[in-house]
């Protein structure tokens, strides 16, 4: 009687899975099914411990559909770890005139203090350009001052504080707010290494679970951004979503993008309190103009 529950219970806990694993890809159709399309790589991880599990028990039924859940999550993960044709092979320094280094970061200001910490962190990869969001009025009036190599600089330390500091020279910039609770995004425009006008994007977008369909229409907004503009463009930011989102590919698509992650593996980014991170909700996105020459995470500054 035992045996045959357990049975029972574990072919109720794989279809629930698979059910989960193939809802997910229909996120465009609720904020529920969104969220499921998030963990592709731990689906990956999950359906070969099925698939090892029905070997075990020589159930091959159960064992052809985990395989298949398996290779339908891996065709998901795999390009993340192919290398892309567009990454260098050469390494490239900050001095070189081929490079620009760029520094993101979340500080969740409103409840991290170590401001010293981040600063530490920026001297020490000295970016060329830094972009930090959930910045504080308080967390402002120390960054500007502390920054000093920094010149160039768009900060919004309300609704939800966003602050853009480059070495970098701006030929242009505009605070752009999405919203009644006015989500600032920054438009900052560069000119450098023979490049034509090129424009970055540094944006925070909403938690989806509180704000509803809003992260989507800012996501929506940044594309009209990069559309408009018509050259070279990067979006960066924590875009509170993972590149399996159908919004995210929305935006790859939109804006002829190329995910920065390609190539390096899945880097989570979220929630840096737990080891492992789950999750990769921080992004960079580059069009064709550019060649990813390295992308990767760094130590904690005491955010999530």
Not at 186 to 210: C, F, M, Q, S
Not at 248 to 257: A, D, G, N, P, R
Request: aromatic share 10%.
């Amino acid at each position: 009687m035992l045996k045959s529950l357990l049975k029972v219970s574990i072919s109720f806990v794989f279809y629930a899975f698979c059910l989960a694993t193939l809802a997910g890809y229909f996120g465009q159709l609720h904020m529920a099914l969104e969220l499921l399309s998030h963990f592709r790589l731990q689906y990956c991880y999950i359906a070969l411990a099925f698939s090892i599990l029905f070997v075990l028990r020589k159930d091959f039924t159960h064992l052809t559909i985990a395989l298949c859940i398996l290779t339908l999550n891996f065709a998901a993960v795999y390009p993340y770890y192919k290398t892309d044709p567009r990454i260098s092979e050469e390494p490239v320094t900050v001095s070189t005139q081929a490079g620009l280094k760029i520094l993101q970061i979340n500080v969740q200001g409103g409840l991290n203090i170590q401001v010293p910490r981040t600063i530490k962190l920026i001297e020490e990869t000295a970016p060329d350009i830094v972009g930090l969001s959930e910045i504080t009025p308080n967390w402002s009036i120390v960054l500007n001052r502390q920054l000093k190599g920094y010149p160039y600089r768009v900060v919004e330390p309300r609704h939800g504080g966003i602050g853009f500091y480059s070495k970098v020279p701006l030929t242009d910039f505009e605070i752009k707010y999405t919203g009644k609770i006015k989500r600032p995004r920054i438009l900052a425009h560069i000119k450098r290494n023979g490049y034509e006008d090129t424009l970055l994007v540094l944006a925070h977008t909403v938690i989806p679970i509180r704000y509803g369909n809003m992260r989507n229409i800012e996501l929506n907004a940044i594309a009209n951004d990069i559309k408009e503009h018509k050259g070279p463009a990067i979006i960066f930011g924590d875009l509170n979503t993972t590149s399996w989102s159908y919004y995210f590919q929305k935006l790859l698509k939109e804006t002829k993008s190329q995910d920065s992650q390609v190539g390096f593996g899945i880097v989570p980014t979220w929630s840096a309190t737990r080891r492992p991170p789950l999750i990769t909700i921080d992004h960079l996105l580059a069009t064709a103009d550019f060649n990813i020459m390295d992308r990767k995470t760094l130590k904690s500054v005491g955010s999530d």
